[in-house]
C-alpha cells in the first residue's frame, strides 16, 4: 500500500486514478482546474458503480488543491499534463524541487521523449516516460520509455509498480519518435489511407479487414507468434517462404504519403455516414462497454486456456 | 441448400468443407490425393466432436475420387489447391472445360492474382480469388478480388454465398500485390522487424505492445473508427492533429529493409526459447482454443452491445 500522485485530470488522469485506486494505493488527484480534479473522482464514481467495491476503492482518493499537497508523501507521481512541451517543462521544474528525489515521475506523455523536459532538471536521473493506450484502465499495455538520463532503477520500479497494479509494461532500449505503439500504428494507418486512397476498398472494409481478421489473432498473440505458429517449424521458415514478397509489399509501401485533405474528408465522410458526430459521445460508451467486457472475457479464457 | 465442391484438401480446404457445410450446404471434397480428402472429413469430425449437430454436418459431406465427380452438379467451388502458378493453372485448364460456365470458382489463394491463372480460359468470367484467413472456420474476413475479366456477378455471387455461410466479404476493385489483408500485415510486419533489429524492443515486446494493446481496440473496430473515436470530433480533426507527426513517423519508416538472415535467426531463438520446436503443434491447438472462443465471445458481446 503506497501514495500515488496523478498530476493532471484529462481522460488519461481520470482513468490512472481508477487504476492505482482500484489496486489498493491511495491516490492524490490534482489538476489545476479544481473541476477537473473533481471530475476524475467522478469517472471513478461511475465506472464503478453498482460493484461492490466501489466504496472501499473511492475512499482511497483524494483531491489535492495544490501541487505541493498532491506531491507531498507520494510514493509515485504519474504526470498526465497537457502535451505541450511549454506546460510540461514548467511543471518538472516545479516537480523537480517539490518531489523528494529518489520518488520516480511517470509521464503519460504519448510523443514527447522525456528528455525534452527533464534535462535540465537536479533529479533527471528518475524521470521516464510512462506512457499508456488510452484508456489504461482497460487497456493493460505501458510504454516505459527512458531518457538518456533516466536511472536503470527508476525504469525498474516503474516496471514493477506497473506490473503490481496489473498493467503490462514493456521497457524500450532507448527514446524514439512514436514510442513502440505508435509506430506501429502508424505503420498499419500509413497502408489503411493508401488503400483507400488508391481506391481499392474503403475505411470501412479496412475496419472490417482487421476487426473480423487480424485483429482475431493480433488481440491474443501478437504479429510475431502469428507468422511464428504460420509454418511447420516456426518463424523462421515463414520467413524463407515469405520474406521475399514482404519485401516486395514494402517496396511498394515506401511512398510515406501525407494524409491529403480530399483523403481525409472523403474518410471523414464515411465515417459521419456511419455514426453521425452528435452520436460520438454514445458510441466512446460502446467503445467501453466493449473494451470491458473483452477485457473479462480474455481474462476468463486465460484462465482456462493460459497465455 | 446448393453444393459446394472443394479442390484441394489442405489446412484450407478441410477449414472450407466445414465452413459450407454447418451453414447447410453439401459438400464433395475432392484432392488427387484420397488421403488428404479422408483427412478433412476427419478434420471437420474432430472439430465437431461432441456437439449436437456433428452427425447432421457430417452427413453432407461427401468424398470424390475424381476431379470430375468432385464438381459435377456443384453451385459453387472453392479452389484451394497449392500455391504454385503451375498447378492453378493446369487445374484451370481442367475446370475451364469441367465445370458449367455459370458457376462460379473461388480461388483461396493468397499470393496469387486470378489473372495469372485464368488468362486463357473460356470461362475466365466467372473466376475470382475467395481468399479467406486461416483458418476460415474460426476466423471470417474473406478477400473478393477479380480479374480485370471477371463479371460482377461472379463477384456479387461469391460475396452473397460468403455473407450466407457467416463469413465476412470485403471486395477489392481490382487485383493488388497481398491484396488487402497482407499489405495491412506487411505494414505492421515491417515496423515490428525494424524494431527489433534496432534494438529498441524484443519480439515478445512487440507481441505485447499489440497483444496486451493495439489489438485489444483492434480486435472489434479496426484502424479508422479507432482514431475516429479518439478526437472530439472525429477522424478529420484525429488527422488535423496528428497527421504531421504520424507523417514523420512514416518518413522514419520509409526504408524498405530485407528481413535480414541475423534478424530472422535472433527472433526464431527468441521463439524458440518462448515454444520449443517440438511444442509448436500443441501452441497451434492452444491459438484454435483461443480463437473458437474468443468468436465465442464475440458473438455473445455483439448480441448484447451490437455492432
Redesign the interface.
Known sequence: MSRVAIIGCGVVGSSWTLVFARAGHDVVVHDPSPEAAEAAVAFVRGSLAGTPEAEAILARIATAASLEEAVAGADYVQESAPERLPIKQALYARLDTLVPPQVVIGSSTS?LPASSFTESLATRARCLVVHP??PPH????V?LVPAPWTAAEAVEFAGALMTAVGQ?P?????E???F?????????????FR?VE????S???????????????????????T????A?????EY??NL?????????????????SAPL??A??RE??A??P?ER?PE??L??D???A???A?KA??RR???R
Open positions: 510523443g493506450i488510452n482497460l487497456i493493460p499495455l510504454e503490462e514493456i521497457r524500450l532500449s532507448r524514439i519518435n512514436g513502440v505503439v505508435n509506430r506501429l500504428q502508424s505503420a498499419l494507418l500509413g497502408e489503411a488503400l488508391d481506391g481499392i476498398v475505411a470501412a472494409e479496412v475496419d472490417k479487414a482487421v476487426a473480423d481478421g487480424l485483429g482475431l489473432r493480433w488481440f491474443f498473440m501478437g504479429p510475431f507468434e507468422i511464428d505458429l504460420n511447420a517449424t516456426g518463424v523462421a520467413c524463407r520474406g521475399p514478397m514482404y519485401h516486395g509489399l514494402a517496396r511498394e509501401q515506401a511512398d510515406p504519403r501525407p494524409w481525409v474528408a474518410i471523414e465515417r459521419r456511419a455514426v458526430g460520438l458510441r466512446r460502446w467503445r462497454r466493449w473494451l467486457a473483452l477485457v472475457a476468463q479464457i482456462e486456456f493460459g
